[in-house]
């Protein structure tokens, strides 16, 4: 490991009495510009090699507003030549890389949030079964509904975690898909002899759907940021400004499935109930109604099986890579145990922040039941509560798509937009905590109802879309899917906790309850978690790569540039470390080591090709004849970082 501390002429080698030390070659300009290409991109660093975070304000605003216009123009200039040589290309581009990645969790947001819409349509056709007093079914049972399909998610997010970490991402996915598929068939055929044997039944698939659907966090959120990121040694653009906008592209699949699942709810009642959304409600038409709409994702997850068996071969490759840096084969405990010595207080935002997101995710529904109950007194049909959650759901999906669109922007970015929404959601709780008749009165309910709209628009476009991604993201890849459950596991103890809180008090306490998990979740988030707007996911691996050598203090790049630390760790001082000339000449040792690596592999297998089980498909593209020379000529020796913009004496 010693090469790492060759930095330059300044190298303790003394006076050359043998006459054995190598010359300290000097890097020409030329040599300069192309490690400055490679290692120095210019989405991240000015023309004078100032990376972003390290520029006055007015100078940063100046310069991610440039390269996000320049980024923009050319995304939409492919956009176009993609239309023009087929018009379906951009739709068949969308649909592989966004809604595909996504296609789990838009089936788990269709099943999941259907379990709500469907329980005012049971309570109207099995009314002594499902309604207040419950004469022939247990009430014990008929809550844990609930209960018992947030159990089942727990479980999942927190086994599917370990296990994808352990066993791979792709083993994860495909197992994810399956439970899902045997859940729905368990969830599409539910009876019993008694209709208390049938909730029983019901009962048990949720749970069982549950862990399947609890796996599809972790697994999702890893593997679609990992495929993000290109195979090689050295980072992709698309990674540095695309990375969150193609998690949360797969995380608002969540927000169609809601979407899809009451639209064909509304059809499927309209269809099997003549005509009519009003009651009464047969037995025979909720029977219909409940049955087909879990059949018809059933038929998706089944192909979802066989994409992700024959189609998705290549999921767990950054796993497979650092596990063998590593050196490790089964589940790596040695990365755990640092992970929550190094990290821990991250896991407390993303964690925290999440379990409190939960809590506002389910509190929003408070508002729905109170203004419907003003606007139609007297209204004993379900179609207006579900024809309200289908805008609201129209609502969330314009947050999902902003926050896609934003979550990248280092200007705002995660954790502005995390912050922004959890104050957001306080506020627009806190108001009609405190105003409670005066929103609920005929005058004033339509300041109530927008008020739902815009807590549904900020919850999507703040904490719901950045805790799916960071709590994945500020982890190393040998523990993220754990990381990632644990967060989300936490964050489903919130739900549980408002799903059993919510029995036992009215609803104007509720609203005096709700609003401080707002402020709780902005608190955690300012303290405890990094910005990783702009950061190189491969930079982080680098850093983690010391840490697990036990030599964090000899890293000195951008993962502990202050802007991408938390207040916490800057308070410890993880930042003093930051040294941006260190950390270039440190690269180019990693990159002469790769090279070295690269020339022993060709001689063995005698091939011209750079490649192997890591991923190095076009590396080859790195080793410029003015690479190489350097790296030949300074073999063994010191080479001499020049300054940028100096010439090579004699030159």
């Known amino acids: 490991m010693d090469e790492y501390r060759d930095y330059g002429p300044a190298a303790p080698h003394g006076p050359d009495m043998a006459g054995t030390h190598n010359p300290i070659h000097q890097m020409t300009q030329n040599e300069r510009q192309i490690f400055d290409y490679l290692l120095k991109p210019d989405d991240s660093y000015n023309e004078a090699g100032v990376y972003w975070g390290d520029m006055p304000l007015a100078q940063q605003v100046k310069f991610v507003i440039k390269g996000d216009s320049k980024e923009s123009r050319r995304e939409l200039s492919n956009i176009w030549a993609m239309f023009k040589k087929d018009p379906m290309s951009p739709f068949a581009y969308y649909f592989k890389n966004m809604v595909l990645p996504g296609a789990g969790l838009g089936l788990e947001g269709y099943v999941l949030f259907s379990i709500g819409n469907l329980k005012p349509l049971f309570e109207g056709s099995f009314s002594s079964c499902w309604k207040k007093p419950h004469s022939i079914c247990n009430a014990t049972w008929l809550a844990a509904v609930e209960y018992m399909e947030i159990s089942g998610i727990i479980v999942g997010q ?26 729905l068939i368990m969830l599409t055929a539910a009876w019993g002899v008694t209709q208390n044997g049938w909730v029983i039944c019901y009962v048990w698939s949720l749970f069982f759907y549950g862990i399947g659907v609890g796996g599809e966090y972790p697994m999702t959120a890893t593997s679609g940021m990992e495929n993000a990121v290109g195979s090689g040694k050295v980072s992709t653009k698309d990674d540095r400004l695309h ?26 009642l309209l269809i099997f109930h003549h005509g009519s959304g009003n009651p009464p409600y047969s037995k025979v038409a909720a029977q219909w109604t409940y049955r087909v709409s879990f059949a018809i994702p059933a038929v998706g997850t089944l192909w979802l099986v066989y994409y992700r068996t024959f189609k998705m071969r290549a999921a767990g490759k950054q796993l497979a890579a650092a596990k063998k ?52 007194p007297d209204n004993t049909s379900i179609m207006p509560g579900w024809l309200y959650n289908l805008i609201n759901v129209g609502v969330s999906l314009v947050g999902y798509y902003l926050a896609s669109f934003l979550i990248d922007n280092k200007l705002y970015g995660r954790k502005r937009m995390q912050m922004v929404g959890f104050l957001m959601d306080f506020i627009l709780f806190i108001i009609p905590a405190f105003n409670f008749s005066y929103y609920k009165s005929t005058a004033h309910v339509r300041e109530f109802q927008t008020m739902y709209f815009l807590s549904s628009f900020f919850n999507q476009f703040g904490p719901n879309a950045v805790t799916f991604l960071v709590a994945a993201e500020v982890y190393p890849t040998p523990i993220r899917a754990t990381a990632h459950g644990v967060s989300a596991a936490t964050g489903k103890l919130g739900a549980l906790t408002a799903s059993v809180l919510y029995n ?12 401080w998990f707002g402020l709780m979740g902005m608190l955690v988030t300012l303290l405890f ?38 207040w916490w760790e800057r308070w410890r001082g993880v930042g ?12 180019i040792e990693d990159l002469r080591t790769d090279w070295e690596a690269g020339l022993a592999r060709r001689a063995e297998e005698k ?15 790195l080793w410029s004849s003015d690479v190489s020379t350097f790296f030949e000529k300074t073999k063994g020796g010191s080479p001499m970082l020049l300054p940028k913009g100096e010439k090579e004496p004699g030159g």
């Open 576 to 587: 003093r470390f930051y040294d941006p000339d260190l950390d270039y000449a440190q690269k």
């Open 607 to 621: 091939a011209g090709d750079w490649d192997d089980d890591e991923g190095g498909e076009g590396e080859d593209s």
């Open 529 to 566: 978690l990094p910005d990783t707007t702009g950061l190189d996911l491969k930079e982080q691996e680098r850093r983690w790569q010391f840490i697990r050598a036990g030599r964090e203090s000899d890293y000195h790049g951008v993962a502990v540039h202050p802007k991408h630390l938390s």
């Open 158 to 183: 927190i086994l599917v975690g370990i296990l994808g970490d352990w066993l791979g991402r792709r083993w994860g996915l495909i197992q994810d898909a399956a439970i899902m598929f045997i859940g």
């Open 325 to 376: 840096k590593s050196k490790v084969t089964g589940y790596d405990t040695e990365s755990l145990k640092l992970t929550f010595t190094y990290f821990g207080p991250r896991m407390i935002a993303t964690a925290g922040a999440w379990f409190a997101n939960d809590v506002f995710f389910y509190g929003n529904k408070l508002f729905q039941s109170e203004f419907i109950s003003v606007i139609l």
């Open 504 to 515: 036992y008090i009215d609803t104007q306490t509720k609203f005096y309850v709700v609003p």
């Open 243 to 268: 990375r969150g906008r193609k998690v949360t592209s797969a995380f608002l699949m969540q927000g169609w499935g809601q979407f899809f699942n009451q639209v064909l709810l509304i059809l499927l």
